[in-house]
């Protein structure tokens, strides 16, 4: 385990195990509020992921080939903590207990960095009441709020892969992206067991986010100082 600054690379919990988790990511560890522009924001790194399998439908009246896809595991992790589940209601269910125990509003946020967040968009754009949404262009956004809830693209922060990340710019937690353990071809699903090895995978791409985030905080003061995209930087 890695250590710096009362930050902690650590434990992981299903979605059952909510209590736990947020036991171990709010209250065994350092929790700090920061303020910009009358809004608080909790000074923690976060981060969220889906996988996906994807395959072809047919319709039935055109009988024309369409692909589709499905989200067969997320994964949430907050403060080194990591949480995960199989459905949507999970985690809504999560979520809205992150919203009620952390009192967030829309002057008290919870930033969740997404490397990505084009993609993970598409799932979630229907499921929540977005207050403001900003996107470069069609299907490109860089925030999405939702009340307290601030989903950020990490990518567009550092614009390098999850494993340019992992390999290369994390010096204080290191954190690898683990590479052909997930087999894209294979046809998941919410019931489709995952092996010990699949499941690393997953949880090593919030983890790679949140040391990343953690390292940013420290190096550009609090998470408040963090820009938008990369180029905030020049």
Known sequence: MNEWQGYKIGKVFTASQLAEFITNAFEEQEVMIVEKSKIEYFNIPASFD??????YVTNSETGEQMKSATMYIWQ?????????????????TV???????????????????????????QFIRHIFPWDKVFAIKQRRPVYAICGGLEFRC????S????????????????VQ???GSLDYKLHRHAQTPLTKE????CINDVRVVMSYIQEKIE????????????????
């Open 50 to 55: 889906i996988e996906t399998s994807s395959f």
């Open 76 to 92: 949430l992790g907050i403060n080194g903590a990591v949480i995960y589940g199989r459905t949507w209601d999970e985690f809504l």
């Open 95 to 121: 979520l809205n207990e992150l919203v009620d125990y952390l009192e967030l509003s829309s002057s008290r946020r919870l930033i969740l960095y997404v490397h990505n967040l084009g993609y993970e968009f």
């Open 154 to 157: 990490s990518y567009f922060l």
């Open 159 to 174: 614009n390098y892969a999850l494993e340019y990340i992992g390999g290369v710019l994390l010096h204080k937690y290191p």
């Open 177 to 179: 992206k683990m590479v």
């Open 198 to 201: 699949e499941l690393s995978y």
């Open 219 to 234: 190096l550009d003061g609090d998470i408040t100082q963090i820009p938008l995209t990369n180029t905030g930087y020049v």
